[in-house]
C-alpha cells in the first residue's frame, strides 16, 4: 500500500513508483508519467518559441537559412547540448528559469553560425528541448543572449556556480527523494495555503534560508544525515515558512548541504510534520 499520492502533471494519472516518474525542471520537481506527457503539456510553450522566432525574423527583416546535412545538424545539436560553449539563463514573471545554449560552428566562404537551444534543465544537466534554431546575423542572435550570463568567458564555467563532483549515485537518490518529499507535501497541505504554481515567486529565499535559518532539524535516513532548514520571511507584507530540506555530504574539510527540496508554506500543520528529527539550532529573536 502506497503512502503518498502522486499524480503526473499533465494527465492527472497515478504514479505508482515515483521512482520511474520523469522530471525536467530543477526549479519546479512536477512528475510526469511519460515523455509523451511532458512533450504535451510543454506544447504551448513550444509553440510559443517558434512564433516569437518567426516575429523576430519579421521585425530583423532577417530569413537567411542555415543549410546542412541533416545528420550534420543533429551532431551539432548533440555537441551544443553536451558542452555549449555559451550558457544565458532566463526566468519568466513567475519565476520559471529557461536556459539558452549558444555555440559557433564553421559555415561555408569560411564563416560560421550559432546554433542555439531553448531548453529546461535538471541536474545541472540540459533535459527538455523546447526549441532550437541557427543564424549568423547579430542582432538575431544577441536576441538569445538573455538576462543572465552563467557559461562564455571562462572555459570552466558550467550550469552549477561551484565545480563540485557529485557521484550520479547521489545524485539519483537525490531525484528519489525530491519526488517522496513533493508527494508528502502535497498530500497533507491544506487547499488555502500558498497555491504550488506561484511556489517560483518564493525561490529567491532559498540560499537565505540556508545562510540563515531560525531552525535547523537533523535526521538520518538510509545512513544520509537529511536536514531540514526553516525561516520566517515576508512576500509582500504576508508572512510565511520557507523550508529546504537538503542532504549533508562531505566536501574535502567542509559539510555542505545539498538541497533536495524546498517550499514555502502558511500551514502549520505542514510545519509540524516537516520539522522532523532533532533541533540542532534555534535562532533567539529579540
Given at each position: 500500500?502506497?503512502?503518498?499520492?502522486?499524480?503526473?502533471?499533465?494527465?492527472?494519472?497515478?504514479?505508482?513508483?515515483?521512482?520511474?516518474?520523469?522530471?525536467?525542471?530543477?526549479?519546479?520537481?512536477?512528475p510526469?508519467?511519460?515523455?509523451?506527457?511532458?512533450d504535451?503539456?510543454?506544447?504551448?510553450?513550444?509553440?510559443?518559441?517558434?512564433?516569437?522566432?518567426?516575429?523576430?525574423?519579421?521585425?530583423?527583416?532577417?530569413?537567411?537559412?542555415?543549410?546542412?546535412?541533416?545528420?550534420?545538424?543533429?551532431?551539432?545539436?548533440?555537441?551544443?547540448?553536451?558542452?555549449?560553449?555559451?550558457i544565458?539563463?532566463?526566468?519568466?514573471?513567475?519565476?520559471?528559469?529557461?536556459?539558452?545554449?549558444l555555440?559557433q560552428?564553421?559555415?561555408?566562404?569560411?564563416?560560421?553560425?550559432?546554433?542555439?537551444?531553448?531548453?529546461?534543465?535538471?541536474?545541472?544537466?540540459?533535459?527538455?528541448?523546447?526549441?532550437?534554431?541557427?543564424?549568423?546575423?547579430?542582432?538575431?542572435?544577441n536576441?538569445?543572449?538573455t538576462?543572465?550570463?552563467?557559461?562564455?568567458?571562462?572555459?570552466k564555467?558550467?550550469?552549477e556556480?561551484?565545480?563540485?563532483?557529485?557521484?550520479q549515485?547521489?545524485?539519483?537518490?537525490?531525484?528519489?527523494?525530491?519526488?517522496?518529499?513533493?508527494?508528502?507535501?502535497?498530500?497533507r497541505?491544506?487547499?488555502?495555503?500558498?497555491?504550488?504554481?506561484?511556489?517560483?515567486?518564493?525561490?529567491?529565499?532559498?540560499?537565505?534560508?540556508?545562510?540563515?535559518?531560525d531552525?535547523?532539524?537533523?535526521?538520518?535516513?538510509?545512513?544520509?544525515?537529511?536536514?531540514?532548514?526553516?525561516?520566517?520571511?515576508?512576500?509582500?507584507?504576508?508572512?510565511?515558512?520557507?523550508?529546504?530540506?537538503?542532504?549533508?555530504?562531505?566536501?574535502?574539510?567542509?559539510e555542505?548541504?545539498?538541497?533536495?527540496?524546498?517550499?514555502?508554506?502558511?500551514?502549520?500543520?505542514?510545519?509540524?510534520?516537516?520539522?522532523?528529527?532533532?533541533?540542532?539550532?534555534?535562532?533567539?529573536?529579540?
Amino acid at each position: 500500500m502506497n503512502r503518498y499520492i502522486v499524480e503526473c502533471t499533465h494527465c492527472k494519472t497515478k504514479i505508482e513508483d515515483v521512482n520511474k516518474s520523469i522530471i525536467v525542471d530543477d526549479h519546479r520537481p512536477a512528475p510526469y508519467c511519460s515523455e509523451k506527457c511532458v512533450d504535451s503539456f510543454y506544447q504551448s510553450e513550444i509553440a510559443h518559441f517558434l512564433t516569437q522566432e518567426k516575429e523576430l525574423r519579421r521585425d530583423l527583416q532577417y530569413f537567411d537559412k542555415i543549410i546542412i546535412d541533416d545528420q550534420i545538424k543533429e551532431s551539432y545539436l548533440k555537441e551544443t547540448l553536451k558542452d555549449p560553449q555559451e550558457i544565458w539563463q532566463d526566468t519568466n514573471p513567475l519565476g520559471e528559469k529557461y536556459y539558452y545554449l549558444l555555440s559557433q560552428f564553421p559555415y561555408e566562404d569560411q564563416t560560421t553560425f550559432h546554433f542555439i537551444i531553448i531548453c529546461k534543465v535538471f541536474n545541472s544537466k540540459p533535459s527538455f528541448i523546447l526549441h532550437f534554431t541557427m543564424g549568423q546575423d547579430n542582432r538575431f542572435i544577441n536576441f538569445y543572449r538573455t538576462s543572465k550570463k552563467i557559461k562564455g568567458d571562462e572555459p570552466k564555467d558550467g550550469f552549477e556556480k561551484e565545480q563540485m563532483v557529485i557521484p550520479q549515485a547521489i545524485l539519483n537518490e537525490i531525484q528519489v527523494l525530491r519526488s517522496e518529499y513533493f508527494a508528502q507535501m502535497l498530500e497533507r497541505r491544506q487547499s488555502e495555503d500558498i497555491r504550488y504554481e506561484y511556489f517560483p515567486l518564493y525561490e529567491k529565499f532559498l540560499q537565505e534560508t540556508l545562510d540563515n535559518p531560525d531552525e535547523i532539524y537533523e535526521q538520518v535516513e538510509n545512513d544520509k544525515i537529511i536536514s531540514t532548514s526553516v525561516k520566517t520571511a515576508y512576500l509582500n507584507e504576508s508572512p510565511f515558512f520557507y523550508y529546504v530540506i537538503g542532504m549533508k555530504i562531505k566536501e574535502v574539510d567542509n559539510e555542505v548541504i545539498l538541497p533536495i527540496f524546498s517550499f514555502p508554506t502558511t500551514d502549520i500543520e505542514l510545519c509540524k510534520y516537516f520539522n522532523k528529527g532533532q533541533l540542532i539550532q534555534k535562532q533567539v529573536k529579540s
